[in-house]
Nanobody, 115 residues
Framework: QVQLGESGGGLVQAGGSLRLSCAAPGSIFRLNPMGWYRQVPGKQRELVAGITSGGSTKYADSVKGRFTISRDNAKNMVYLQMNSLKPEDTAVYYC?????????WGKGTLVTVSS
């Protein structure tokens, strides 16, 4: 089992920013589009941003214009820059391949946005 490692979460006021980081093994990173997912207790995990190996990106409507996903192919890292955060962005954020692979789920990083 290979788990990805997320970091960078925390408590921030509405309107603030955070940058999440994800370290992925090269075998996963090189072969797959990568994505950031989030989950709120009692709700399904949702994909909020994705990026291909070539750098093409796609976003959920709820975060479009506020979040930016990027990747560093040399470091096998995926990032999520989150700006203009809203209380409804509060969730545990995970990175994984697209489509997700069960064995790759890590512990996630908690983002809490206060109003």
């Amino acid at each position: 089992q290979v788990q990805l490692g997320e970091s960078g979460g925390g408590l921030v006021q509405a309107g603030g920013s955070l940058r999440l980081s994800c370290a992925a093994p090269g075998s996963i990173f090189r072969l797959n589009p990568m994505g950031w997912y989030r989950q709120v207790p009692g709700k399904q995990r949702e994909l909020v941003a994705g990026i291909t190996s070539g750098g093409s990106t796609k976003y959920a409507d709820s975060v479009k214009g506020r979040f930016t996903i990027s990747r560093d192919n040399a470091k096998n890292m995926v990032y999520l820059q989150m700006n203009s955060l809203k209380p409804e962005d509060t969730a545990v954020y995970y990175c994984n391949a697209i489509p997700w692979v069960y064995d790759y789920w890590g512990k996630g990083t908690l983002v809490t946005v206060s109003s």
